[in-house]
């Protein structure tokens, strides 16, 4: 069990995930937010100093996100170009100096806490929604009954963000954080989760199953704290699978596109066990649960399955028109 590890080796494994999330993202040309990197190099640096490879990789991904955003600096990740007071406080945090100028140092010390809010989604910036973070497992049950338990035709949307390494329980390893959406009550609730034990988790488990007696779960993929390998099974619909074929699953970002809708994925690895999530953690959280309910509401089913289906029949047709050339 990785909390059995001692302190040396859990701070280079978590300091190895770090360069290693970042590079994965960085390599596939996807977008990582400044708020994001800081978080993450800040998350690392309270585990231990940075070393060896690892510091080696960090300082060359924050390097290139300060320079291009990402490897081929396209329009999209130019927008994510990290500023160069960002890029001085992650490289005062990686090397262990205190940064020149005061609001360096301010980035340095409180990392995204310092930063403004970037994504702005309307629909939660005007009221509409209420966002409830909650860490407290009686709390946010008590949510759940004044709210979510009642009886409605509406179904309650569900997406789950992960820790960058195993949190230490025997079950459900990663799980940080459970969103939960109700557009009915226009109530999300954003349970933390990343400091329960085994016994916890049960408990979320059984506040689920029975909230799954009243109301239809929609989920995206497969969400293991619904549908494990071992022990209950919890019901629920997954709005993947209509839009997928074999292998080819996918990803939210796309199938919200199909429906003319823009969501933002750079904060995907941010630290999502710090003590109190940024307002952008909380967007990026609130918004992958929420736009399950617009897609599954949506008159536009029928065309959007119809045109991956031909999508993907044009791709078949060009990777055996390719293949045939290569003969």
Same mark, same amino acid.
């Given at each position: 069990?990785?909390?059995?590890?001692?302190?040396?080796?859990?701070?280079?494994?978590?300091?190895?995930?770090?360069?290693?999330? =970042?590079?994965?993202?960085?390599?596939?040309?996807?977008?990582?937010?400044? %708020?994001?990197?800081?978080?993450?190099?800040? =998350?690392?640096?309270?585990?231990?100093?940075?070393?060896?490879?690892?510091?080696?990789?960090?300082?060359?991904?924050?390097?290139?996100?300060?320079?291009?955003?990402?490897?081929?600096?396209?329009?999209?990740?130019?927008?994510?170009?990290?500023? &160069? #007071?960002?890029?001085?406080?992650?490289?005062?945090?990686?090397?262990?100096?205190?940064?020149?100028?005061?609001?360096?140092?301010?980035?340095?010390?409180?990392?995204?806490?310092?930063?403004?809010?970037?994504?702005?989604?309307?629909?939660?910036?005007?009221?509409?929604?209420?966002?409830?973070?909650?860490?407290?497992?009686?709390?946010?049950e008590r949510i759940l009954e004044n709210f979510f338990w009642k009886?409605?035709?509406?179904?309650?949307?569900?997406?789950? &963000? +992960?820790?960058?390494?195993?949190?230490?329980?025997?079950?459900?390893?990663?799980?940080?954080?459970?969103?939960?959406? !109700?557009?009915?009550?226009?109530?999300?609730?954003?349970?933390?989760? !990343?400091?329960?034990?085994?016994?916890?988790?049960?408990?979320?488990?059984?506040?689920?199953?029975?909230?799954?007696?009243?109301? !239809?779960?929609?989920?995206? +993929?497969?969400?293991?704290?619904?549908?494990?390998?071992?022990?209950?099974?919890?019901?629920?619909?997954?709005?993947?699978?209509?839009?997928?074929?074999?292998?080819?699953?996918?990803s939210l970002k796309k199938l919200a596109k199909k429906f003319d809708?823009?969501?933002?994925?750079?904060?995907?690895? %941010? !630290?999502?066990?710090?003590?109190?999530?940024?307002? #952008?953690?909380?967007?990026?959280?609130?918004?992958?649960?929420?736009?399950?309910?617009?897609?599954?509401?949506?008159?536009?089913?029928?065309?959007?399955?119809?045109?991956?289906?031909? #999508?993907?029949?044009?791709?078949?047709?060009?990777?055996?028109?390719?293949?045939?050339?290569?003969?």
């Open positions: 069990m990785a909390y059995l590890h001692s302190r040396p080796n859990r701070t280079r494994m978590l300091h190895r995930e770090i360069a290693s999330s =970042m590079q994965r993202r960085i390599s596939k040309d996807q977008p990582i937010s400044q %708020s994001a990197a800081l978080g993450l190099i800040q =998350m690392g640096d309270r585990a231990g100093q940075y070393r060896g490879k690892h510091l080696d990789q960090l300082l060359d991904i924050v390097k290139k996100l300060r320079h291009q955003g990402a490897i081929d600096g396209t329009k999209e990740n130019i927008k994510y170009r990290m500023t &160069e #007071d960002v890029y001085h406080a992650c490289c005062g945090i990686l090397l262990n100096r205190s940064c020149e100028t005061s609001w360096q140092r301010e980035l340095q010390q409180y990392g995204p806490d310092a930063l403004s809010p970037t994504l702005n989604y309307s629909i939660f910036n005007d009221g509409t929604f209420e966002i409830i973070e909650e860490w407290e497992g009686e709390r946010a009886p409605s035709k509406t179904a309650v949307y569900i997406d789950t &963000e +992960g820790s960058l390494i195993d949190l230490p329980r025997d079950t459900f390893k990663r799980l940080a954080l459970i969103t939960l959406c !109700d557009p009915r009550a226009r109530k999300i609730l954003l349970w933390r989760v !990343d400091d329960y034990t085994d016994h916890n988790i049960t408990l979320v488990r059984e506040a689920l199953d029975q909230l799954s007696a009243k109301r !239809d779960l929609v989920v995206f +993929g497969h969400e293991e704290l619904l549908t494990p390998k071992t022990g209950f099974k919890i019901p629920c619909k997954d709005l993947q699978k209509p839009f997928s074929s074999g292998g080819d699953m996918i809708f823009t969501i933002e994925k750079a904060e995907t690895i %941010s !630290d999502w066990t710090r003590r109190y999530l940024t307002e #952008d953690q909380k967007q990026y959280a609130s918004m992958d649960a929420y736009i399950l309910y617009e897609i599954d509401i949506s008159p536009k089913w029928n065309a959007v399955q119809e045109e991956l289906a031909k #999508d993907r029949e044009n791709k078949k047709n060009l990777a055996g028109k390719f293949s045939t050339m290569q003969v």
